[in-house]
């Protein structure tokens, strides 16, 4: 048995000790007023004459002292909360350890799915997601002084370890639902003798030893937009095609409504019948011009689920990239460019070309006068004599030969650069990611990826080449216009920390608030904590990623990968708690006062 | 306390007279018919002379006409002992029963001294206490007034013992107005014997009040007796206050009917009832006054 805020014996004692004052008070011998009467004769023949008593006179003392006690008990319980058995109610220890024996280690961790299906309305209002933290508070509070680490699926640790409940407590208060997908847990994982883990299993997780699950599940209906994505489009009169999955997770038939918003312009709004666990697909064509921005969104009668009723697009090449080329032969990069509706190129001649609102610039054998913070392609800028080079042996990240047929590229010649040479280029030169098979290892293609400045360097000349004819290059050069452009690869994710290569300045959550960044090596960690779009920002330059909850698993809010005993153990305890017990308790404790109160009036308790 | 009464109502009294229902033998001339024969103004009757009697009595008319000697008689008016106990027990002290006992026993000397009677008044608690006799002639009210005003309730009431006293100091037959609340642990009916076979009239004026007759609260309260001091804790249930209620009435009955039996005028007089209207109406329709 656990309590709210104490130790189970400091919990009993407390009861104890109130029942023995409210006994006490009971008892207690109030000094009665007096009162002068002329004359006790009659009174003493009254009460000595042994009146009829009846059952409940002889009762009603002991009647009014079992009431307070029971009132006594039930406000006590109410303010101490204690649980029976696991302090969770519906729990089990997975493999073979009960949870008792996985207490070798006095630190108990208390790890929270933090997916979002934790969210979900349960039958008495609050969500999952309230029943797991009110499990926790519960199981921090019954920890009994020993250190507590709490911890999600999403987040990993959030606070501890700490024998301090308070920390817990305001970490639990400032903590919410934010995806996460982490596989596995296990007991050592938090260094705990006991590791707690509330979860719905809407997440298949393998579990280790000596962690007892927590069941939070209570089947509820649910309609969900299980994907969204666009794809974008293959010729220059059309705007792609917007994907969208809905299902009907409820348990009976419902009508459904579908709308798709383009900015504010409405692409489709319809009524659909589903039937129960039916889902509906719909490609929905797009047109050339408009929003960038595709929003979809579902509503029906039996939904449990609110984060999962909308979900974002981003349409690509809607708004074309501005590129300026500055060279001395247009001619070459021209066909090159113009083959396709998501560049808009402007050439320029070097002796021309001032810096402008262009968010990417090519420099073609030629270098600006400052340092450009602007992405750009820099191809065989500087006057270094052009060495034998042959192919492309070394791909690194990032990945710019992806798709590029190095059987028919031929590099005859490349320029080595030194550091001097890339300094020109460069505020800082990085490594070489692209070097040829030669002895020499010359390097084909520099890539500098840090936050101030982005670009790639083409160490061969295309124009003195033959490389404009080979099939491969188009493929490099749009790997390396869209590695520029893009700061991280566009496109639609689910909610939890991603990783992503590369460096960028910044990244604006949907909520308008710049998203803190990890950044390790060359890679950057975004807690894509909420659904919605998200743009980072690197440079001129920035790209839009789409992030949407939705997805069977979590959607499915019928469906719980629990053992079938904590399923219905979860149930069970869901049923019985409508609502709190300890309202109950304290309701009780009012009502009974209350009658306490009137029959004390009316002299029918003492 | 000021015992004082107002002229109009001191007028109203000397209109009414304490009935007694047998005649006793006074001391002095006064107003009340004597059974014996007497040397009074009214004719009573005639009985033959025999030697040794006042000549002055002789009919000398009946014997003109008789030729016999026959001797006027002439009925005897004389003084009624009024002697009003008046219970001066702690138990008296309850809120306006005290005071209205001093009330009745000042009205019913006014009374007495208005129709030259003798009145002793007489204080008894545990024990007989000193009487108290004013003199006759309705100018000592004031004298009963300041001794009724030395009067202090105290000591408990055992009335069978105050009487039991008042027999034994041998007093001349007369109208004795028991004024009290009777309530004697011991009971009253032996006391209250005791005046009557004496040969006394006697009257019991049960003075009640309010507190008596009904529990004054509900709940637990702690009754101190103002007699003894003995002190209860009681709770007052509804139930135990009807009990108690019903004692009280019993108690009551239980007087009355004892009075009835022995002839003994009942008259109950509330404490929290106009005097006036004790004096004029309740103790007249007992037969009290007249």
Redesign the interface.
């Known amino acids: 048995m656990t309590f709210s805020a104490m130790a189970t014996w400091q919990g009993l004692l407390v009861i104890a000790l109130a029942i023995a004052a409210a006994v006490w008070l009971f008892l207690l011998?109030?000094?009665?007023?007096?009162?002068?009467?002329?004359?006790?004769?009659?009174?003493?023949?009254?009460?000595d004459?042994g009146?009829d008593r009846s059952l409940w006179?002889r009762i009603r003392k002991a009647v009014s002292l079992v009431l307070a006690i029971l009132i006594t008990l039930a406000i006590a319980l109410a303010l101490l909360r204690p649980q029976a058995g696991s302090p969770a109610g519906a729990s089990v220890a997975n493999a073979n350890h009960p949870a008792g024996d996985a207490r070798s280690n006095a630190r108990v961790a208390i790890v929270l799915d933090s997916s979002w299906s934790m969210l979900a309305s349960t039958s008495n209002g609050s969500t999952r997601w309230d029943r797991a933290i009110a499990r926790a508070r519960a199981l921090a509070s019954g920890a009994g002084g020993e250190e507590v680490v709490l911890a999600t699926t999403a987040d990993g640790v959030v606070e501890g370890p700490t024998p301090d409940v308070s920390l817990i407590e305001a970490a639990l208060d400032r903590i919410g639902p934010s995806g996460g997908n982490a596989s596995g847990l296990s007991r050592d994982l938090y260094g705990a003798g006991t590791t707690y883990f509330i979860t719905d299993g809407a997440l298949a997780r393998s579990l280790g030893d000596g962690v007892v699950v927590e069941s939070v599940f209570e089947a509820a209906d649910n309609v969900a937009i299980t994907a969204f994505d666009v794809r974008a489009a293959d010729t220059l009169d059309s705007g792609g095609q917007a994907f969208l999955s809905v299902a009907n997770y409820a348990t009976v038939p419902q009508t459904v409504r579908i709308a798709i918003t383009r900015g504010n312009a409405s692409v489709l709004d319809v009524q659909v019948p589903l039937g129960a666990g039916e889902s509906q697909q719909r490609i929905v064509p797009l047109d050339r011009s408009g929003d960038a921005r595709l929003r979809a969104r579902v509503s029906a009668k039996a939904n449990a689920l609110v984060v999962d009723d909308e979900a974002v697009a981003w349409i690509p090449g809607v708004q074309p990239l501005r590129l300026t080329v500055v060279s001395n032969a247009p001619s070459v990069f021209g066909p090159l460019l113009a083959d396709g509706p998501a560049i808009a190129p402007t050439f320029v001649s070097p002796a021309n070309y001032t810096p402008g609102r262009e968010e990417l610039v090519i420099f073609d054998r030629t270098l600006p006068a400052t340092p450009s913070k602007v992405p750009a392609l820099f191809i065989a800028t500087a006057a270094v004599p052009p060495i034998k080079t042959r192919g492309l042996q070394t791909l690194s990240t990032p990945d710019l030969a992806a798709g590029v047929d190095l059987m028919t590229m031929t590099f005859d010649a490349a320029r080595r650069y030194s550091a001097d040479d890339l300094s020109a280029v460069a505020f800082s030169p990085d490594p070489v990611t692209m070097t040829d098979g030669r002895s020499e290892r010359a390097p084909l293609v520099y890539v500098h990826d840090e936050p101030e400045q982005r670009f790639v360097l083409f160490t061969f000349s295309v124009v003195d080449s033959k490389m404009m004819f080979a099939p491969g290059f188009p493929v490099l050069m749009k790997n390396a216009i869209d590695w520029l452009a893009h700061p991280v690869p566009p496109g639609t994710r689910a909610p939890g920390p991603a990783t992503f290569e590369g460096t960028f300045e910044s990244v604006v959550g949907p909520d308008g608030q710049p998203v803190p960044l990890t950044r390790i090596g060359k890679f950057t960690v975004v807690p894509l904590s909420h659904t919605g779009f998200y743009e980072a920002r690197a440079g001129n330059t920035s790209s839009t990623i789409a992030v949407n909850a939705g997805d069977p698993d979590i959607s499915d809010l019928q469906r719980t990968r629990l053992p079938e005993a904590l399923r219905t153990a979860a149930a069970t305890s869901s049923a019985s708690r409508g609502r709190p017990w300890w309202l109950v308790a304290a309701v009780l404790g009012l009502l009974l006062i209350a009658a306490e109160w009137f029959t004390w009036q009316?002299?029918i308790t003492? | 306390m000021a015992l004082r009464f107002d002229d109009d109502f001191l007028k109203k009294l000397e209109y009414l007279h304490v009935v007694s229902k047998r005649a006793f033998a006074g001391q002095s001339r006064a107003d009340r018919l004597a059974p014996k024969r007497g040397t009074g103004l009214e004719f009573a009757d005639h009985r033959g002379y025999a030697p040794g009697d006042d000549f002055r009595h002789i009919d000398w008319k009946a014997y003109k006409r008789l030729n016999r000697l026959l001797l006027r008689l002439f009925d005897e008016e004389q003084d009624l002992p009024i002697y009003p106990l008046l219970d001066t027990s702690k138990s008296m002290v309850a809120p306006q029963k005290f005071d209205q006992a001093l009330k009745i026993t000042a009205a019913l000397c006014y009374i007495g001294l208005s129709h030259l009677d003798r009145v002793s008044m007489i204080p008894f608690a545990d024990k007989l206490g000193e009487e108290q006799s004013p003199g006759t002639g309705k100018g000592r009210i004031f004298r009963v007034f300041e001794m009724l005003e030395q009067f202090e309730a105290k000591g408990a009431t055992n009335l069978r013992a105050s009487f039991r006293e008042f027999a034994g100091r041998g007093r001349r037959r007369g109208l004795v107005a028991v004024i009290s609340d009777f309530l004697d642990a011991d009971g009253s009916e032996a006391g209250l014997k005791i005046l009557r076979t004496l040969g006394h009239d006697v009257f019991a004026v049960h003075l009640v009040a309010q507190a008596d007759r009904d529990p004054s609260s509900i709940g637990e309260v702690r009754f101190v007796d103002a007699e003894t001091g003995e002190r209860r804790d009681i709770d007052i249930t509804p139930q135990l206050a009807e009990a108690y209620r019903g004692a009280w009435q019993a108690h009551t009955d239980a007087i009355e009917q004892f009075c009835g039996r022995y002839d003994i005028g009942y008259v109950r007089a509330d404490a929290e009832r106009p005097f006036e209207e004790i004096i004029l109406q309740a103790f007249r329709q007992g037969r009290f006054l007249a």
């Open positions: 011998k109030l000094k009665p007023p007096q009162i002068v009467v002329p004359s006790l004769t009659l009174w003493r023949v009254v009460l004459q009146r006179d009316r002299r003492v």
